[in-house]
């Protein structure tokens, strides 16, 4: 099955300073990778997805990349405020139908925002 | 926005106890997910359902759990002799951004 190795498994950043986590996948069918944000004792919550047809995509602060030749992909947080402390999760799907959303998760990354 | 609910959202049993965790799904949606999650460890998939019918199951997913639909909405997940490293996060989920907000279990 699919394996998705994140890194680093904690990040400390000063507000302001920019975060970045970096995932990687095995299987190279996977076409879906989202993006989730948990706080403590909550559900995942997607932030940014990106499919495998782009390299590329930014929602305000956060930004994910996408290298399907190197099976790897990264989340940018730009800007970071106290309120993106959280742990981040990456997922890598294989989506073999219409809405089938499968779900391989990474270990997660605790990131925490210094004032 | 459509909500997955869960119930309960703290469950406490006995090891070797059933429990049955429930969760009602989107309307119309036909994909459906139950996920765990051991405190402080990441979320790992458990069984998909589509169409009334189990479409995938993980090595976690062993004998001891079952999912139904028994009154063909609402989702159980049931776990028939709990074990302690049972203990953890039960999310039920559709697609990629609906999650419930999850069960609790804790088995002592």
């Known amino acids: 099955g699919e394996n998705v190795e994140q890194h680093p498994s904690t990040l400390s950043v000063q507000e302001g300073d920019s975060a970045v986590i970096k995932c990687t996948y095995s299987?190279?069918?996977?076409?879906?990778f989202p993006w989730y944000k948990q706080e403590l004792g909550k559900r995942p919550q997607l932030i940014i997805d990106?499919?495998?047809?782009?390299g590329e995509k930014k929602d305000q602060r956060i930004a994910v990349t996408l290298n399907k030749t190197a099976k790897h992909f990264s989340l940018h947080i730009t800007e970071t405020q106290p309120e993106d402390s959280a742990v981040y999760f990456c997922?890598?799907?294989?989506?073999?139908?219409?809405?089938?959303?499968?779900?391989?998760f990474g270990a997660g990354t605790t990131v925490t925002v210094r004032a | 926005e459509p909500e997955v609910t869960q119930t309960p959202s703290h469950q406490v049993t006995q090891m070797g106890q059933e429990v049955i965790l429930r969760c009602v799904p989107i309307?119309?949606?036909?994909?459906f997910y139950w996920y765990r999650q051991i405190l402080g460890q990441k979320v790992e998939f458990l069984v998909s359902?589509?169409?009334?019918?189990?479409?995938?199951k993980s090595e976690i997913f062993d004998d001891q759990f079952s999912v139904e639909r028994p009154d063909g909405s609402n989702f159980t997940l049931k776990i028939r002799s709990t074990k302690l490293e049972d203990s953890a996060m039960y999310f039920c989920?559709?697609?990629?951004?609906?999650f419930g907000q999850g069960t609790r279990l804790t088995v002592v």
């Open positions: 989920a559709h697609y990629e951004a609906f």
């Open positions: 990106i499919r495998s047809n782009v």
């Open positions: 997922a890598a799907s294989i989506m073999r139908g219409s809405n089938d959303y499968k779900l391989s």
């Open positions: 299987d190279s069918a996977s076409n879906y």
């Open positions: 309307s119309n949606h036909l994909y």
């Open positions: 359902f589509y169409n009334n019918e189990i479409s995938e």
